[in-house]
């Protein structure tokens, strides 16, 4: 029996990590292993890495590198956010579940709804500001649907009312370009391992001047912001996931972006009764969700993956979830609608005749399915 070849089509939950990556990262869990803290050679060596990898990581967001504090990953930066403050805190309704749970636990919370494309009006951000209002977190842009977020207009916002502004990034980076300053934002949040870095590693931006409390309390690590030894290792992945960003993401998110609106228009000439979810929104190139009337998510999922595709229905964080997506209700899907969506994210090692492969396997499972389910009109 031959092995089924497997391409993947999941990149916004994890990436790969880059042959580069590796092999910055092999020498500092052998030979350049010491604690950043320490005062000798070997903790001198490792202080270094750091170092240099805290300015490339703060490179990719135009910031300087004493604003970036590293975390345990996107979903630590995005908490640290939240909980650093006190007082009434503006979100929205399609946030990461890192910002959606952690907001659920504060006091004072007002979650933004959004419109039907799945983006937010900054208008209604404004109207939900008020008086002990320290703090409004919205990401750039939607994991989910790959929706860009109108993040400036909503830094000004913040700037006049004189409220911090803390934005999601994760599935911005690599993807966009970033600069925190055009942006108006005073927290931002990354991940290495959206970027084909390593897990386990991500970072705040944390704006010059911009007071937050801690997280983790401990030693004096990250200018005492984030207690704990460092990942080193971890963060030279970042650090060289980075450069990647900065050297060549541009041309890859085009290459992508075209591979993307490929595979919807195959998919919506192939299907019946398919729709983009998020249509008429900015998006990033690399993200489709699309809906097939009559059909459940789950057994299209598990015959693509049989067929050597892997797919998801949205957010891994909420794999395993009975209810539907989130993001998916509050941009008015029905339960049923929410539930026939599955989202396609494409990556660098996507081709085209790997897109081509899909439409036609899509095409192929989405047919037999309503064959077994004849509630399809």
């Not at 990262?25 to 202080?47: C, D, K, W, Y």
């Not at 975390?71 to 579940?97: L, Q, R, S, Y």
């Not at 541009?250 to 299907?271: N, T, Y």
Request: negative net charge; charged residues 20%.
């Amino acid at each position: 029996m031959n092995a089924v070849t497997r391409y993947y089509f999941d990149h916004n939950a994890t990436t790969p990590v880059s042959p580069e990556v590796f092999q910055a990262m092999a020498p500092l869990m052998t030979t350049v292993f010491g604690n950043a803290s320490s005062i000798h050679q070997f903790g001198q060596e490792a202080r270094g890495e750091l170092d240099r990898a805290r300015r490339t990581v703060g490179a990719t967001l135009g910031a300087k590198a004493e604003e970036i504090v590293f975390t345990g990953g996107g979903t630590e930066a995005d908490n640290m956010a939240i909980f650093g403050t006190t007082g009434h805190v503006v979100t929205t309704t399609v946030e990461h579940p890192a910002v959606l749970q952690a907001a659920g636990q504060l006091p004072e919370v007002t979650f933004v709804n959004v419109d039907g494309r799945g983006v937010v009006d900054p208008q209604s951000v404004r109207a939900a500001i008020r008086p002990g209002t320290t703090l409004i977190s919205v990401m750039h842009v939607n994991n989910e649907l790959g929706v860009i977020q109108p993040v400036r207009e909503i830094g000004e916002i913040a700037r006049e009312a004189g409220v911090l502004f803390h934005s999601d990034g994760v599935q911005a980076m690599g993807k966009l370009p970033v600069n925190v300053g055009q942006l108006g934002v005073d927290l931002y949040s990354i991940s290495a391992h959206k970027i084909y870095g390593p897990k386990g590693i991500g970072a705040l931006y944390i704006r010059k001047g911009a007071e937050l409390r801690p997280l983790l309390y401990g030693g004096p690590h990250e200018r005492k912001m984030r207690a704990g030894t460092e990942n080193v290792a971890g963060a030279v992945g970042f650090g060289r996931a980075a450069e990647w960003v900065i050297e060549e993401s541009a041309a890859e998110a085009a290459r992508q972006s075209a591979l993307r609106d490929r595979l919807e228009q195959g998919i919506l000439a192939g299907v019946a009764g398919a729709h983009v979810n998020g249509a008429g929104a900015s998006r990033v190139g690399n993200t489709s969700n699309i809906r097939f009337d009559g059909i459940d998510s789950e057994p299209l999922l598990i015959a693509l993956d049989l067929q050597g595709y892997a797919v998801s229905s949205g957010s891994a964080c909420s794999s395993g979830a009975t209810e539907p997506s989130h993001v998916l209700a509050a941009i008015g899907l029905t339960r049923e609608q929410a539930r026939s969506s599955v989202r396609f994210s494409l990556g660098r090692s996507n081709t085209l005749e790997q897109v081509d492969s899909l439409i036609d396997a899509v095409v192929q499972v989405v047919t037999r399915l309503r064959k077994l389910a004849p509630a399809y009109v």
